[in-house]
């Protein structure tokens, strides 16, 4: 355990969030929580592990919150994120989940989880395109990190998805975001080491998308969708909505692997990627069998 400084950068210089231990390569990334029994376990696991917490948004989905819930999430001291469509067009919990999660009244905005981990996290419901004040916000961002011989892996992550198994009862990508953000990933040479992290279908999901590493960690808790359809899993090697629980990363000088902790605490799955794959090399998916 050593000392990992949260920064958040606003554009104009790096401020200093606080100070808090954890393992430095470990993040734990989680949305579409919720306030119901399952919600409940997964964030009591979440406060155990003494990681940090990216929240891919959804979280409340209400203004009222227990006293209950926010000592659950007190307990998790170390928390940012982005808001999503409940958060900010339908107005549960936005104030709440902006404070909690750290991000500016924007939406979008960056972070260095010391020692190797950068993030930035975007808003699809405001102003971004091409040229917007946000596009160029992340062009900035993207340099900078692509600058900094620490940084191992950037993390873009955003509510809605990139890419996306087929889900009854959820959501399609945004393609508009896809088109826009992931070519200028591509240009600045940052594909192979970027991973893609989503939430707003309640499932969890993993692969190596269109040459993409890709994480849809929607399992908070609030439940309700299936994968399943014509499209079925569109390039991911492992999806499921039958399991609740957060997607658990580990992040190397070269490979990342991400697990899906179940709300019982176990582990259910498990993907990797490595930074010299070739192509649409899948990733190893180990499903632990029951006893």
């Not at 808090?20 to 399952?38: E, P, R, Y």
């Not at 992931?182 to 969890?204: F, S």
């Not at 609030?222 to 899993?233: A, E, F, I, L, R």
Request: some cysteine; glycine content about 12%.
């Amino acid at each position: 355990m050593i000392n990992s400084l949260l920064f958040l950068i606003v554009g104009i210089g790096i401020v200093p969030l606080f100070l808090h231990s954890v393992a430095a390569t470990q993040l734990d990334i989680l949305g579409d929580i919720g306030t119901n029994s399952v919600a409940k376990r997964n964030l009591a696991i979440l406060a155990k592990q003494n990681e940090c917490l990216l929240g891919v948004g959804d979280y409340s989905y209400t203004n009222s919150i227990s006293s209950s819930m926010q000592k659950l999430y007190n307990e998790i001291e170390c928390k940012v994120g982005v808001p999503g469509n409940h958060e900010l067009e339908k107005n549960e919990g936005k104030a709440w989940a902006q404070k909690n999660f750290n991000y500016l009244a924007n939406g979008y905005g960056s972070w260095i989880l010391k020692p190797n981990i950068g993030v930035i996290g975007l808003n699809p419901y405001t102003d971004s395109a091409k040229g917007s004040t946000q596009y160029n916000f992340v062009s900035k961002q993207l340099d900078l990190f692509k600058a900094n011989p620490t940084i191992d892996w950037i993390i873009i992550t955003m509510h809605p998805n990139f890419f996306t198994p087929t889900v009854e009862g959820g959501h399609g990508p945004v393609k508009a975001m896809r088109d826009t953000y992931l070519p200028l990933i591509e240009d600045k040479d940052l594909k192979e080491r970027t991973i893609l992290a989503t939430g707003h279908n309640h499932i969890t999901a993993f692969g190596k998308v269109q040459g993409w590493n890709v994480v849809v960690c929607g399992g908070g808790g609030k439940g309700g969708d299936s994968v399943g359809g014509t499209g079925k899993n569109s390039g991911f090697e492992f999806a499921t909505s039958d399991q609740f629980g957060h997607c658990d990363m580990n992040l190397g000088r070269n490979i990342a692997t991400v697990q899906l902790i179940g709300d019982d605490g176990t582990v259910k799955a498990l993907s990797t990627f490595n930074k010299n794959n070739e192509g649409d090399e899948a990733p190893i998916i180990i499903v632990p069998q029951a006893n």
